[in-house]
Nanobody, 122 residues
Framework: QMQLEESGGGLVQPGGSLRLSCVAS????????MGWYRQTPGKQRELVAA???????DYADFVEGRFTISGDDAKNTVSLQMNSLKPEDTAVYYC????????????????WGRGTQVTVSS
């Protein structure tokens, strides 16, 4: 079964740091991009950061240099280092993969993880 598995969420005080990680299942051969989205109750899911297979990255304006996305294309993994966290960063964070090639010959346009809760509170 193809899936993305997130880890690293939790509770942190304002100004603290967290590192989120996402690993694709072994039957995923490659992806065109991997990234992170977040969602709070009553709001639409929004992009946080994304990384293309070329290495080009994209960040939401609200990141303001606080987060860094990195990935390993050979292992189909992506991580998000989040520093200087604010209470408004509290959300469920979802890993996303775009242009997913599945062994032996499948393809899906997008794949989502189940999400990991990030809570920033004192």
């Amino acid at each position: 079964q193809m899936q993305l598995e997130e880890s690293g969420g939790g509770l942190v005080q304002p100004g603290g740091s967290l590192r989120l990680s996402c690993v694709a299942s072994e039957n995923i051969v490659s992806t065109n991009s991997m990234g992170w989205y977040r969602q709070t109750p009553g709001k639409q899911r929004e992009l946080v950061a994304a990384r293309a297979r070329s290495g080009v990255t994209d960040y939401a304006d609200f990141v303001e240099g606080r987060f860094t996305i990195s990935g390993d294309d050979a292992k189909n993994t992506v991580s998000l280092q989040m520093n200087s966290l604010k209470p408004e960063d509290t959300a469920v964070y979802y890993c996303n993969a775009g242009g997913v090639r599945i062994y032996p010959s499948g393809y899906v346009g997008a794949l989502w993880g189940r999400g990991t809760q990030v809570t920033v509170s004192s």
